[in-house]
């Protein structure tokens, strides 16, 4: 198998203290603005918005930024190029613009 192979066996399939660890900091970093997504749904949503559905729609887009985050500082570091960051988080803002029906300001 690859490097890359080898190192998410070792990070992710086989190794649980680093796993959860991982875990640990993301989902709840995550968690922090689940709050903030939520009630930007909310208030978007018609009257007839299920409030379980928005709670679950407000997880996932948690999960989702924390993501394309990580992902961007990881590309970022094996490029040596920072500006992958910067392209990753306005590709982010544009999505987030989209979703809420605004013009991307950034």
Wanted: net charge neutral.
């Amino acid at each position: 198998p690859g490097k890359a192979a080898m190192l998410w066996r070792w990070g992710c399939g086989t190794n649980r203290v680093v796993r959860d660890a991982c875990g640990r900091s993301i989902f709840g970093h995550a968690a922090t603005f689940e709050a903030d997504i939520a009630a930007a749904l909310g208030a978007t949503a018609g009257p007839t918005a299920d409030e379980r559905e928005i709670a679950e729609q407000a997880s996932s887009l948690a999960r989702y930024t924390q993501i394309v985050l990580q992902g961007a500082f990881v590309v970022s570091k094996a490029a040596n190029d920072p500006g992958l960051v910067h392209e990753s988080i306005g590709h982010l803002r544009h999505y987030f613009a989209s979703q809420f029906g605004r013009a991307d300001r950034s």
